[in-house]
């Protein structure tokens, strides 16, 4: 690790891969990525970043900028639904440049290892099994977990195909003095000003402060991913720091804090005074949103985050149906959501709550109970999507091949017995499942004892439509794609500035 460390790496392409089935892709920037980028910038290597978010024809794209480029490394992140345009990417590398090494990581690749693991474990090689073997065909080097410290390990000669940085044991996964001494992420490497996200009027962009979240939600990914489960925190100066940064270089006044859940941090009031601090220092006011944990949410916390600026709490409520939340493990009851309501609304905190349906024991009742609970407390704005079972999830992690229905999958939930059956989704292939086509609406790829799966997608469409119009809360859609053109632009490689991005040093066609 050391001696990998010891020379500046060669120059590497990272690439952020496109999000098609997102109403809008330009509105949160990748920071995993971009915390890579910043490792590889301080260790003295030239980086390239093709940011193919919102671009319609991205892998002309990359066939254009790597036939171009001379980097020999290119790394791609890569969420669950991402996985379709990735593997077009890891084509069109293939044959535009046959000599690189491609190198895959982020979440999607974490939780297909970890599940992957345990069926290694347990000796019965199923479908985790094979999602993982796709990666392996598909890239040269696939990295699990942490990325800042195993993109070394990823570059170097002789490099192994699994890299595990998701074991907490492995010098590769960081501890939270480790988060401290890191490089902010390089959002120079991103066109900040081509990015459409707002708070309360102000411009804004993501942040986080912390990883992972202990909870174990059945339908959540990375509940077996110490990666994902473990809570590794930032100091709070730390994180003031990195705002404070931001605003003077980009002029930005409102902040995505893009963590699991804020409130699992004890430290969470102090960070909220210090951020109010620097702002009187700055003579500015911010404007922050965050996700928190609805039960354990207090009058404190709330009144802090009013004076830090906050004026929208997210949280992920799910479901207004008590066998529903026994059987997702929620660990939060009824009263505990409308209670976390009721104090946001004492200290002028709007609420977004997230639900969602599609879960073991789903009925016409549990969705009717649902829509009361959220007539009944008026939550400002809320999303209702249905559940997929992403690997790395309890759903899909412990469900078990139908014996008479191939290419099927049940999980039962043990101490009710509510089940749910889940079709084989090849996540190479198809991203429809993450909150539906925008263009098609909804599709299912799950259903229940007593719910097929169009009569889920029926149910959630009522629901939203009726709560929208009783509570007069406006659903306004958009998308926007932009087409790569060889023309664009004055690169060797035809891409404009703000699709492909360098580090002095870096060799690319724009250095």
């Known amino acids: 690790m050391a001696a990998a460390r010891a020379l500046p790496p060669p120059p590497v392409c990272l690439i952020i891969p496109p999000s098609a089935f997102l109403l809008d892709e330009r509105v949160f920037v990748t920071l995993g990525i971009l915390k890579v980028a910043a490792v590889l910038e301080a260790a003295g290597g030239g980086v390239e970043l093709l940011d193919l978010s919102g671009i319609e024809n991205y892998d002309a794209a990359v066939a254009a900028h790597a036939a171009a480029s001379c980097a020999r490394h290119f790394g791609i992140t890569a969420t669950t639904p991402q996985m379709p345009a990735v593997a077009r990417i890891a084509e069109a590398l293939r044959r535009a440049r046959p000599d690189a090494r491609r190198i895959l990581g982020g979440p999607h690749p974490t939780l297909v290892h970890t599940a992957y693991k345990r069926e290694r474990a347990g000796g019965k090689p199923g479908r985790a099994t094979r999602a993982w073997l796709d990666l392996e065909r598909l890239f040269d080097v696939v990295v699990s977990g942490d990325g800042e410290a195993a993109i070394f390990e990823a570059l170097r000669d002789g490099a192994p195909r699994e890299i595990d940085a998701n074991d907490p044991a492995s010098s590769l996964f960081l501890t939270d003095e480790r988060l401290d001494e890191l490089p902010f992420p390089a959002r120079h490497l991103v066109d900040l000003e081509t990015y459409r996200y707002q708070i309360d009027g102000v411009r804004a962009t993501s942040l986080i402060a912390q990883l992972g979240c202990p909870?174990?939600?059945?339908?959540?990914?990375?509940?077996?991913?110490?990666?994902?489960?473990?809570?590794?925190?930032?100091?709070?100066?730390?994180?003031?720091?990195?705002?404070?940064?931001?605003?003077?270089?980009?002029?930005?006044?409102?902040?995505?804090?893009?963590?699991?859940?804020?409130?699992?941090?004890?430290?969470?009031?102090?960070?909220?005074n210090r951020i109010g601090s620097a702002q009187k220092v700055l003579g500015v006011e911010f404007r922050l949103r965050g996700f928190i944990k609805a039960q354990l949410f207090t009058d404190e916390q709330a009144e802090a985050m009013r004076r830090a600026g906050f004026r929208w709490i997210l949280t992920g409520f799910e479901s207004g149906s008590l066998r529903i939340l026994e059987n997702i493990n929620k660990r939060a009851t009824r009263e505990e959501n409308t209670r976390c309501v009721q104090i946001a609304r004492r200290h002028g905190l709007k609420v977004k709550a997230l639900m969602s349906i599609g879960h073991p024991g789903e009925t016409h009742g549990t969705i009717a109970e649902t829509r009361q609970w959220l007539l009944d407390t008026r939550p400002e704005d809320f999303d209702v999507t249905i559940i997929t079972p992403y690997p790395g999830t309890p759903y899909y992690d412990e469900a078990e091949p139908s014996p008479d229905r191939p290419g099927e999958w049940t999980y039962t939930y043990r101490k009710t017995g509510d089940r749910l059956h889940e079709r084989e989704v090849d996540y190479l292939a198809v991203a429809d499942y993450y909150k539906g086509d925008p263009d098609g609406g909804y599709r299912s790829y799950v259903y229940t004892d007593t719910m097929t799966a169009d009569e889920l997608v029926a149910g959630r469409d009522a629901l939203e439509r009726d709560v929208r119009s009783s509570l007069g809360i406006p659903f306004n859609p958009s998308r926007s794609a932009m087409r790569y053109e060889h023309s664009m632009g004055q690169f060797g490689a035809g891409l404009p500035s703000h699709i492909l991005r360098a580090t002095e040093g870096a060799s690319s066609p724009l250095a």
């Open 215 to 272: 909870f174990a939600c059945g339908f959540c990914g990375g509940r077996e991913a110490p990666m994902l489960r473990r809570v590794r925190m930032r100091s709070s100066r730390n994180v003031v720091d990195e705002i404070v940064e931001v605003h003077r270089r980009w002029g930005v006044t409102g902040f995505m804090l893009y963590d699991d859940e804020l409130n699992v941090n004890r430290q969470m009031v102090d960070l909220m």
